[in-house]
Every structure is written in C-alpha cells, then in structure tokens.
C-alpha cells in the first residue's frame, strides 16, 4: 500500500539515503579536490597541503588560460557542439516518438522500427 510507514520501510529508506550520499560524496568530492588544487597556491599544491580547503587562495592559473587566445575559440566550439548536438537529438527523438506513438493501424511500420 501507498504511504505505508512500516518499520522495514523506514530501515530500507534509511540504508538507501545513506548509500546513495556515500555514493554522491564519491562522485562529488575528486571534482572538488580538483578546484580546491586549481585554486590554491603552487608551493602548497607541491607540498600536498591541500585538502578540503584552498591553502593561499590564488586564481594565477585562470589568468594564464584567459590570456591565452586559444582559448576562447575553443570554448565557443564547446558551445557550439553542446548546442547543436543537443537540438539535434531532442528533434530526432520527437521525430521518432510521434509516430512510434501511433498504433499499428495508423502506423503499419511502426512493430519494423520497435
């Protein structure tokens, strides 16, 4: 039954919550680690000081990619794909949905392409 709030229900929801947030914390913190490094000082990152935090805050790299002109296209490129190859899929997946949404009747191919 819906809604139901029995003891094996909340132990099961339990265990879930607490897999599926070790699971995202595994996911999530090499990402963060990564900023934490792309942000903290250079003797630091060397010296294996960082963890969890930035050690001597410092954005040198950043201003090194931005300066360069190279990277800008290549950003505009990234755009670019992420923009077309988005609108391309979401126009072949309507264009194949709508008819394989019909029946048979209205759409004799439809079982060739299912």
Do not use: H
């Not at 990402?31 to 490094?37: E, F, I, N, R």
């Not at 060397?46 to 931005?66: D, H, M």
């Not at 949905?97 to 759409?107: C, E, M, R, V």
């Amino acid at each position: 039954m819906v809604g139901e709030n029995r003891i094996s229900s909340r132990i099961f929801d339990g265990i879930n919550l607490v897999i599926l947030t070790a699971m995202a914390l595994c996911s999530l913190l090499p990402l963060w680690y990564v900023l934490m490094v792309s942000i903290s000082d250079k003797a630091a990152v060397a010296g294996g000081l960082v963890g969890l935090l930035p050690v001597g805050f410092n954005l040198s790299s950043y201003q090194e990619i931005v300066k360069d002109p190279k990277f800008f296209s290549s950003f505009l490129i990234s755009i670019q794909r992420v923009l077309i190859g988005g609108i391309t899929g979401v126009v072949c997946t309507i264009l194949m949905a709508y008819p394989l949404s019909k029946s048979t009747k209205d759409f004799p191919q439809r079982n060739i392409f299912m």
